[in-house]
């Protein structure tokens, strides 16, 4: 097993305002910092979220300040779990038990976020969560009170798609789904089947494949004689640079759904230019969409454009969705911190219950979601295809960019 690398990162929030005055920052508290665990895979296959995610957490906490909440440091605890389930187990329990914080944010795969989900339900810090889509994370954390998740589940994946389908291509059509054999691609097979079928798409052939596959081929040729409209492809990292390749090098006739993860550019530097080209998916973000900056925090959270640009000056790249998720998630976690005037748990959360922000991301307030989850933020979805090298919106109408464009070897 690969040594884990720890790391640690000390800045300092905003100063917390009381009725006395601003409370200096005292020596003794300094050495008792308000702790942030922060578990991310920063390497191994699905580094790509959790670089993301790391970039959104540093822009965070660099806007934030350098002064501190009630007189205290906030450290942020980061642990690398290198994209393996063994250790984000070992990093909850090693955070929760000799670190023990009040605060868990990360990881973002749906496999690592389930696998941890039973060692964080020991303590029950407050789980920022700006990942997992998974059913059986949902099913596990329905009931939590300090369980804060910031992005949509899989059934707002595929009602979106599948609605933005139906609107160009009609009633009638059918589709075939590739999935992994794990929690991210098993959690995706009942949603697809509801809602496509609402949407008037048939699945005429769904089929598990291990994570790691290399060669989709034989699975391709059976599909292939299905002769279906759509491709839908519920598989990560390095499997769905490898299943593009493929599809493409088959001349696949189809259009072809992904994943979130077809948005980023990680993806697209992954497959190349021509074949990263007509990939579908659904985000609750893209670069250039309108957002107001917030009235009270303009400096943490400023309008959309403005942060972006901020993003590409620090990274010299665009921001893709879990950069964005990752800092506000942050963001509106410090913010709940400083009302609350320092760590703890259970005022911070009645703050973050009472959150109600202007963000890059659109309104920042939790509620509780259609399945029963208590704490469900910006879960509104809409459907990009991937257009001259970028995400383009093409539904719903009231922001679309452009159109759904047929694959370019065409049916």
């Keep these: 097993m690969k040594k884990r690398r720890t790391l640690r990162l000390s800045v300092l929030a905003s100063a917390v305002t009381v009725a006395a005055g601003l409370v200096p920052a005292a020596a003794?508290?300094?050495e008792n910092p308000i702790k942030v665990g922060v578990v991310l895979e920063l390497s191994g296959r699905l580094s790509l979220y959790g670089e993301a995610g790391r970039r959104g957490i540093d822009m965070a906490t660099a806007t934030f300040g350098d002064t501190a909440i009630g007189g205290r440091k906030v450290e942020f605890v980061y642990k690398d779990v290198q994209s393996d389930t063994q250790l984000v187990i070992t990093a909850l329990n090693e955070l929760t038990n000799v670190d023990r914080v009040n605060f868990i944010i990360g990881p973002c795969a749906s496999p690592l976020i389930s696998a941890g989900t039973p060692a964080w339900q020991q303590k029950k810090p407050i789980?920022?969560?700006?990942?997992?889509?998974?059913?059986?994370?949902?099913?596990?954390?329905?009931?939590?009170?300090?369980?804060?998740h910031?992005?949509?589940?899989?059934?707002?994946?595929?009602?979106s798609v599948s609605e933005a389908l139906a609107s160009y291509l009609g009633k009638g059509k059918k589709a075939v789904v590739v999935y992994s054999d794990d929690d991210f691609g098993r959690g995706h097979i009942d949603p697809i089947k509801k809602?496509?079928?609402?949407?008037?798409?048939e699945i005429?052939?769904?089929e598990a494949v291990r994570v790691g596959t290399t060669d989709f081929n034989p699975l391709l040729t059976k599909f292939a004689r299905l002769n279906p409209d759509m491709l839908i492809a519920m598989v990560e990292g390095g499997d769905l640079v490898s299943l593009a390749k493929q599809l493409y090098a088959r001349k696949f006739k189809a259009y072809l759904v992904g994943s979130g993860a077809v948005q980023f550019d990680?993806?697209?530097?992954a497959v190349g230019p021509e074949i990263q080209e007509g990939w579908i998916g659904p985000t609750t973000y893209t670069p250039g969409v309108h957002r107001p900056a917030d009235a009270n925090y303009p400096k943490l959270l400023p309008a959309a454009q403005d942060w972006e640009d901020a993003f590409r000056k620090r990274y010299n790249r665009d921001p893709n969705l879990i950069d964005v998720g990752s800092y506000v998630t942050t963001a509106m976690l410090l913010i709940a911190m400083e009302r609350a005037g320092g760590d703890d748990l259970e005022k911070v959360r009645a703050?973050?219950?009472?959150?109600?922000?202007?963000?890059?991301?659109?309104a920042g307030q939790f509620t509780k979601s259609e399945d029963g989850t208590k704490h469900q933020a910006f879960a509104k979805m809409v459907t990009f295809q991937r257009q001259g090298g970028r995400p383009i919106v093409i539904y719903p109408s009231d922001v679309a960019e452009g159109k759904l464009v047929p694959p370019s070897f065409g049916r």
């Excluded at 973050?352 to 991301?361: A, F």
């Design 266 to 269: 990680a993806f697209a530097n």
């Design 204 to 206: 005429v052939g769904a």
């Design 28 to 30: 003794s508290a300094q």
């Design 150 to 159: 910031t992005f949509p589940w899989t059934y707002h994946y595929h009602q």
């Design 351 to 362: 703050e973050l219950t009472r959150l109600n922000v202007s963000t890059p991301l659109g």
């Design 127 to 148: 789980w920022m969560q700006f990942c997992g889509i998974a059913p059986r994370l949902r099913e596990a954390v329905g009931d939590e009170d300090n369980f804060f």
């Design 195 to 201: 809602y496509y079928a609402a949407a008037g798409i």
